[in-house]
């Protein structure tokens, strides 16, 4: 089994910042990629950001420039700076991993955190 744990949300004013971390543990053999969530009750799930994990970076447009997702070589650690922050960044932040468990004979499966909650003031 894989598990993702989503930890670092809370509650900010406009202007804040936060720093969100996922940590993946469990039968990994391989992480092919990564990213950030964001879901809103009544909304459609929306992704933030994406990171490869040769390096290649995707910021959606709503939180380019102010959000900036990284990942720690050599663990299976993403993060996610959140620098100026707006009430319309509030959500439920989700991570996902497309990892390859147990070993190269498995095919790649999609694993979800349960998300953590980020509320912020205006």
């Known amino acids: 089994q894989v598990q993702l744990v989503e930890s670092g949300g809370g509650l900010v004013p406009t202007g804040g910042s936060l720093r969100l971390a996922c940590e993946v543990s469990?039968?990994?053999?391989?992480?092919?990629?990564m990213a950030w969530f964001r879901q809103v009750p009544g909304e459609q799930r929306e992704m933030v950001a994406h990171?490869?994990?040769?390096?290649?970076?995707y910021h959606s447009e709503a939180v380019r420039g102010r959000f900036t997702v990284s990942r720690e070589k050599g663990s299976h650690t993403l993060y996610l700076q959140m620098n100026n922050m707006t009430p319309e960044d509030t959500a439920v932040y989700l991570c996902?991993?497309?990892?390859?468990?147990?070993?190269?004979?498995?095919?790649?499966?999609?694993?979800w955190g349960r998300g953590t909650q980020v509320t912020v003031s205006s």
């Open positions: 469990g039968s990994v053999f391989r992480i092919k990629a």
């Open positions: 996902s991993a497309d990892v390859i468990p147990y070993s190269s004979d498995y095919p790649t499966n999609t694993y």
């Open positions: 990171l490869t994990y040769d390096g290649l970076a």
